[in-house]
């Protein structure tokens, strides 16, 4: 960066100190953040006051939706990225969410959300990865990487087994098919 544009930059910031609202839609410009991280940005440089006032003014434009954002989240996670609930709302949690939140937003938006149906999907998606190697691979190899996949993904021990025993009884019936 040259020195006048420094100058500039520091001139220009040094004159006009950004208002708490200013200073959020800043934020918000570069990602989309729940309403206690935006919290916790402005508490650095602005008084509660002030604070206050942004997220009000925020939630009036519309800027700022917790709830917008948690089914949005939610939606991406379990369509591309196949995960628990548990886990999303876990993540959501580090991001200030509440879980009671969650879950109420959870069981609106998706009224018919089957953990096992999306650690079928997961399993599905990875299936490539979890049967690498040759075609009589270790079926205890398999089963482990398949177990732990979806652990990483938050399932419980009871969805992995239900759901590995599926898939291992679908890839059986391909295998043992006659036009293979």
């Known amino acids: 960066m040259s020195r006048s544009l420094r100058r500039r930059r520091t001139a220009s910031a040094a004159a006009a100190p950004l208002s708490a609202f200013d200073d959020a839609c800043r934020s918000l410009a570069r990602r989309r953040l729940t309403e206690a991280e935006i919290r916790l940005r402005l508490s650095r440089r602005h008084p509660e006051t002030?604070?206050?006032?942004?997220?009000?003014?925020?939630?009036?434009y519309r800027?700022?939706?917790?709830?917008?954002?948690?089914?949005?989240?939610?939606?991406?996670?379990?369509?591309?990225?196949?995960?628990?609930?548990?886990?999303?709302?876990?993540?959501?949690?580090?991001?200030?969410i509440e879980s009671d939140h969650f879950r109420r937003v959870?069981?609106?938006?998706?009224?018919?959300?089957?953990?096992?149906?999306?650690?079928?999907?997961?399993?599905?998606?990875?299936?490539?990865?979890?049967l690498s190697g040759s075609k009589k691979a270790m079926p205890q190899a398999q089963r482990e990487r398949a177990l732990r996949f979806l652990r990483s993904r938050g399932f419980s021990y009871e969805v992995m087994l239900e759901v590995w025993e599926e898939f291992r009884q679908q890839k059986k019936m391909v295998e043992d098919s006659p036009l293979c």
């Open 50 to 60: 002030e604070i206050k006032a942004a997220i009000r003014k925020l939630r009036d």
């Open 63 to 96: 800027y700022l939706d917790d709830d917008a954002l948690i089914a949005d989240y939610a939606r991406d996670r379990l369509l591309h990225s196949p995960r628990s609930a548990e886990l999303i709302e876990s993540e959501l949690e580090r991001r200030g």
């Open 106 to 130: 959870l069981e609106a938006e998706f009224p018919d959300y089957d953990e096992r149906e999306v650690a079928r999907r997961a399993l599905k998606q990875h299936s490539r990865v979890i």
